[in-house]
């Protein structure tokens, strides 16, 4: 477009007001929210409980690997929870809050994953 970059979030080919970075923010923040079920809006509004990665076995913030906990799971450090895949997709939450992680690498890692 005009030798200008954009992301095409949508992709659907098409630039739509919410991914032209040279609108003002309010203008791009009505036009996305104007596109979002309730459900995801709600969503953007709300944090996770606290998350480490790997998620611990025990305690209030205990997490399992397809039922199982990391120890058992034979995964790698930075997968999601089930509880963290449940938070994403089911509750719609996408402000989390990383408590700990085993080093930089895996919290990258995990972040990419989300």
Request: aromatic share 8%.
């Amino acid at each position: 477009m005009d030798g200008l970059l954009f992301k095409n979030s949508s992709r659907g080919g098409v630039l739509l007001p919410y991914e032209d970075w040279r609108l003002d923010a309010d203008a791009r923040a009505a036009d996305l929210a104007s596109r979002l079920p309730i459900e995801a809006l709600a969503g953007l509004m709300l944090y996770s409980r606290h998350q480490s990665v790997p998620a611990p076995e025990g305690g209030p913030f205990a997490g399992t690997y397809a039922g199982r906990p990391f120890s058992d799971a034979a995964i790698a450090p930075h997968a999601l929870s089930d509880q963290q895949r449940t938070m994403l997709a089911d509750d719609q939450i996408r402000h989390v809050l990383l408590m700990q992680a085993t080093d930089a690498a895996t919290a990258a890692r995990w972040n990419n994953e989300l």
